[in-house]
Structure formats: C-alpha cells, structure tokens
C-alpha cells in the first residue's frame, strides 16, 4: 500500500534495493518500454503487462524498470489485444544492463585511442613522405634556436628537438614500418570499441587478449621512468582485464558463457518480470493519477 491514504501501490509491486538503478537511469535517457499500448482490449492474461481500472484508465508496466505508467484507451487501436510473449522484445535489465554500460566505458575508452593512434599513423606518414622536404628547415631552425640561447636545447641529445632529429636520422622504411604498426595498433583499438559497444561476445575476448599482451611493455616502462600517467594507464588496462575475466566469465570462469546466459535470462526474461510483479490475481490497478516505480 501507498504511504497516502487512500492510494493503491502499484499492482504487485515489491521494492528492490539496489545501490545503481540502472534500469532508471536507461528510461531516463530512452524513454519507458511498454507493451500493448495500440491494444483495443486488454485481457485478463495481459495483467502482467497491462491493467485496467473501474475507470477505464489502463496502467502499463515498463518493461525495464517496472514502473507502472498510467495512459488512455488508444483512439484508434492498431491490434485488438495485446502481442504475444514470443513477438514483444524485452529489454535488458539487472546485471546484463549494468555490463553493457560498464562494457560501453570500455569503448569509449578504446575509441578514444583509436582516434589519437590514428592521427598519430597519419603524422608519421605524412614526414615520411616530406621528410627530405622538411630536413633543410628542420636544422637552420635548430641552429638558430641554439645560437641565440647561447647553449643546447635538446638537439643532438634529449627533448623535443632531439627525437625531431632522430626522426629526420631514421631511415625512411623504418618510418613507413612505424606507421603501419600504428595504423594496425589504431584498427585494433576500432574493432574493439565497435564489439564492446554492441556486447559481442568475441570482442570481449579480444580486448582481453590484447589489454594483456599491452599490459607487459607498461610494467616495463615503469622499471625506467613512473609518471603519473603511466601509473593511471596501467591501472586502467589492470582493472579492464580483470572485469573481463571474472565478471564477465571468460575462459570457462565462474560457468563460463553458460552461466553468463543464465544470469541474462534470470535477469532480463520473463521469469523477471514474473518476479518483480505477479501476472494474473497479484493486485488491483493503482488509483487514478499514481504512478509508482519500486
């Protein structure tokens, strides 16, 4: 019962504590989910779904977050009643939805070195191709810079300057290598952004794999020189792997991918809905003018 008097809660209605609610955070963004809402009747079958008061209000039950939403009759019904299980497409919710934002994170995150690796590829291809352009410039500029401070700024040793004149040293397949080393490294990042974005299964063993392989160069550059970036960096990609592999159920763990299914379908199927709010008998309409979200 509602805490107003002479207010009904919503039919069926058993509130979950969760510390996220994810669910309300999805139709927030997106909008309710509900079902049956061009329906002309509404049958007694249908109250897992939809309900109907003495006034003739009709109540429908979000599909994600279990709100109860109250509409009007539709003027010019599309169906005579409601769809059946097998054609309504229920949402995401519970665990499945909390990993898709979690594994959504996770894209950003890789397309974002996508893009910086990207225009990194196209930056050394282009001094590859003018190089030879370049070089004359290059040198009268460092000269000039060193003559006028009285004293070395990084050419012939460290700084800036000094890896621009490594660069110009280099031999020039050397940098096309590079580039296309970066320009793979930059795919790589993509291909795993668009997977993780979409839930693929395959795309979460992929950025497992390469987070991991990635994650031996980043132990070794802090044996020579910590910054706080690295260190950032390297807990990222610690904390990706780890999701992966346990949340995720990888390789066999904690059930693997049956298990993952399992708690997919306990969490988002019927049985859910089922769970949260009885079908048929499990309560009256709310009063008219009440909307309630466990």
Known sequence: MSDEPGLTAAPGARP??????????ECALHGHRLAGTDAAAVRPADALLVREDAGGL???????????????????????????????ELPLRGRPLRDRYVLRLIALD??????????LAVAVFAFAHERER??????????????????????????????????FAAHGRTLWVIGAVITAYAVLEGVEAVGLWRARRWAEYLTFVATSVLLVPEIYELTGHVSALKVLTLV??????????????????RGGGRAEAAVRAHDSGWEALERVHPGPGGGSAPAPGRTVAP
């Open 236 to 253: 990222i990609n610690l904390a990706v792997v780890a999701y992966l592999l346990v949340a995720k159920r990888l390789f066999g763990l």
């Open 58 to 88: 009709r109540w429908h039950r979000c599909l994600r977050c279990d709100a109860w939403l109250p509409l009007p009759p539709p003027a010019r019904p599309a169906r005579d009643t409601l769809p059946d299980r097998e054609s309504i």
């Open 16 to 25: 979950e504590r969760r510390r996220i609610r994810y669910e309300l955070l």
């Open 110 to 119: 890789r397309m974002l070195h996508c893009v910086v690796l990207a225009v």
């Open 134 to 167: 370049l070089r004359g410039p290059f040198y009268r500029f460092a000269d000039a810079l060193q003559n006028g401070v009285g004293g070395p700024t990084g050419a012939h040793g460290r700084g800036l300057l000094g890896e621009a004149e490594r660069a």
